[in-house]
């Protein structure tokens, strides 16, 4: 099977009322982990790659690497797509390499840093629609800016600006119906990295989840049913994670992602692309860890690559199974970016 357009995921994701993990990869072990967690959860999934991904793997291993994926699990339909394209020279980059799907994030300009004007992103958003539906290519949008910094990419809002910065459901009305986006990306609250919330209870001073503004979810849902709406920045950073890492001598300060109640919430409410970057790097970072803390004396890569393939294997296998897409890799024929070239002239 050749790799399939994300769109085609996203609707089926939503006619069987289920989210997909789009799991951030910069390398073998990544994609080989995430492939093996679809087939043996029998799931549809999204693999993606940021500019920093693309820039570490130099493209072309990348490329070759999911060419294997596909070439070993025929049964599985994947999309390759762009995390956070910041200009049109870099989504046509991706479109060429090969990608099926490409994220235009213009809610910032091309630094990656500075809040765009809507008008700003609506016009590079437009572009990149042009550039990629006559090719069969799904385009994703952000609207609203999320908080934190990933990869050299984000506005690094604090949460005041955050709460400034939310999703204004009237105006993504605007922006679907303007651009005919395929998936859109909502800022709700969620942020990138592992460090997505300042909330401390204010007794025990133990570090709480950020506060997410579900009521958006669910109003852009109520506006646009047929809207995919996408959750970045939504690792759950699960404790015994970051234990395992601070057990074998990490220095990660307490800290809290999105619980995965919150992100099944999203999911019921027409949230179809779930962002996953953080908790992979979580697992092997603690699994590689392990291995150099009680084997001081390994040094072969294969000694603690394996086990951190495992650990971010096993993640990927629980979010898989959590937000439902599990079980669905079999449910539909895939079809080609040449099938999607008439469904977007229509
Ligand atoms: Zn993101």
Known sequence: MPLVPMRQILDEAAKGGYGVGAFNVNNMEQIQAIMQAANDTNSPVIIQA?????KYSKMIYLKKLMEAAVEEYP???????????????TCKQAIELGFTSVMIDGSLKEDAKTPNTY???????????????PLGVTVEAELG????????????????????????????????????VDALAVA?????????????????????PPKLAMDRIIEIHKRMPNCHMVMHGSSSVPQELVDIINKYGGKMPGTKGIPL????????????KVNVDTDSRLAITGAIRKVFWEQPEKFDPRDYLKPAREAAYQVYVERMKAFGQAGH????KPLTLDDMKSYYKK
């Not at 890799?329 to 539909?332: K, N, P, S």
């Open 50 to 54: 940021s500019r920093g991904a693309l």
């Open 75 to 89: 049964h599985i339909p994947v999309a390759l797509h762009l995390d956070h394209g910041n200009s049109v020279e």
């Open 119 to 133: 008008e700003g992103n609506l016009e590079i958003t437009m572009k990149v629609i042009e550039l990629a539906h």
């Open 145 to 180: 800016c999320l908080g934190g910094i990933e990869d050299g990419h984000g506005a690094g809002l604090s949460d005041k600006d955050v709460e400034a910065h939310l999703t204004d459901p009237a105006q993504a009305e605007e922006f679907v119906k303007q651009t005919g």
């Open 188 to 208: 709700i609250g969620t942020s990138h990295g592992a460090y997505k919330s300042s909330r401390k209870d204010p007794v025990t001073g133990e570090v709480l």
């Open 261 to 272: 109640e919150e992100i099944k919430k999203g999911i019921e409410n027409g949230v179809r």
């Open 329 to 332: 890799a079999g449910d539909y």
